[in-house]
């Protein structure tokens, strides 16, 4: 099994939904470093 940016994208959003429930003062920096992974991964940098 090869694993995909589609494969990945559910799994990160899963893993944020956790860490935002158990500690809601996480929500800035889930949502700033995911946004940062998905351009990155968006504009080709990390293949």
Do not use: D, E, T, W
């Not at 799994?11 to 935002?20: D, E, N, P, R, T």
């Not at 946004?35 to 080709?44: C, T």
């Amino acid at each position: 099994m090869s694993i995909s940016v589609a494969n990945i994208q559910p799994i990160v959003a899963l893993i944020a939904g956790v860490l935002i429930l158990v500690m809601p003062r996480l929500l800035n920096f889930i949502v700033a470093i995911y946004l940062i992974l998905v351009g990155i991964i968006g504009l080709g940098i990390i293949k």
